[in-house]
């Protein structure tokens, strides 16, 4: 077996210290490294990331590159590639914050409209208790107290958690996307959820832009239709032959900046606590007056998406 150089260590370091870098950040952290630049010395790049992921391999890490759906940057992270119960031993979310996270990828994913969103008043009314199966894999009426006394605040502050470590993101109308280290981490389940992918890239498309005709599955990433408009124009559906029409997407991810500077968590906390009081507030001010208003009527809730056809859901 190889041994890495302390130039890999440090590579590798960055990452877990860090978590997941742009791929602006990543390069001057090699740059400084090695001396030489990724985008001049492609194939250098290539041989260190290879040679990493050569002896990560042996711990079922991988260190890979994904890209945001949200602002369409390539980002690098190491992830791990076996979920057991092993592997949950080295979280310190508590059972209930794990179910709230699970539920409200579920979602995301399952949003036939493909906004990539949910609504904050839509995420904090989510039931743990649909979350908890029995031995076949059914609905159980057995519900553990730690979900029953799982409070809105316990919701609210763990929300604000899951941004500041990255596993979701706050977007510019307030609603809750993925973060970019589930975008890392989830690959797979989103491929074993059956989330359909992404004509261009093949990556799960669970925020694209549809095709506009309602018989046609296709879905493509906003950024890569956006390339594939730069290019030709005029852009067709690769299926069905329909004419795109390509407008940017609306919502960007919202980067929570701590007070101080610190090193991100590799994994959240799960004392609510550590949250930031300053947005959190702000936050809680915001859902209230949504839920005066009434402005995320708009938006099915978890179960009621499940039910949304595509010819009614689909924007005219």
């Not at 057995?142 to 941004?163: C, G, I, R, W, Y």
């Not at 959820?193 to 261009?200: D, I, T």
């Not at 809730?301 to 039910?307: D, I, L, W, Y």
Request: charge should be positive.
């Amino acid at each position: 077996m190889a041994v890495l150089s302390w130039k890999h260590h440090t590579l590798i370091q960055s990452l877990l210290e860090r978590g997941p870098l742009t791929e602006k950040e990543f390069h001057l952290i090699f740059t400084g490294i090695t001396g030489q630049n990724p985008g001049t010395h492609q194939g250098k790049f290539n041989d260190y990331l290879l040679k990493i992921n050569r002896e990560l391999s042996y711990v079922q890490l991988d260190l890979r590159a994904c890209r945001d759906p949200y602002d369409g940057r390539v980002y690098f992270g190491v992830v791990n590639n076996v979920s057991d119960d092993q592997s949950k031993l080295g979280t310190k979310y508590s059972v209930p914050q794990i179910a709230f996270f699970k539920a409200i990828v579920e979602a995301i994913a399952q949003d036939v409209t493909a906004e990539g969103t949910i609504c904050n008043l839509d995420a904090l009314n989510i039931k743990l208790e649909n979350q908890v199966l029995n031995s076949s894999g059914s609905q159980s009426q057995d519900v553990p107290a730690a979900f029953k006394n799982f409070t809105m605040s316990h919701k609210e502050k763990t929300l604000d958690q899951l941004v500041k470590d990255k596993w979701l993101c706050y977007t510019e109308d307030d609603n809750i996307g993925l973060g970019v280290r589930s975008i890392l981490d989830l690959r797979s389940w989103f491929h074993n959820a059956g989330v359909p992918s992404c004509q261009v890239c093949n990556e799960a498309g669970f925020k694209a832009k549809l095709c506009p005709n309602d018989g046609c599955a296709v879905r493509i990433h906003h950024y890569c239709l956006k390339k594939r408009f730069s290019q030709k124009g005029v852009l067709v559906c690769p299926s069905c032959d329909t004419q795109w029409q390509y407008q940017p997407p609306k919502a960007e991810p919202i980067e929570v900046e701590d007070e101080e500077t610190e090193p991100v968590q590799s994994q959240p906390s799960s004392n609510p606590g550590l949250s930031q009081p300053s947005l959190r507030s702000k936050r809680k001010r915001q859902r209230l007056n949504d839920a005066e208003t009434a402005g995320c009527s708009s938006q099915a809730s978890g179960a009621s998406r499940k039910r949304v056809t595509r010819s009614s859901a689909h924007p005219r």
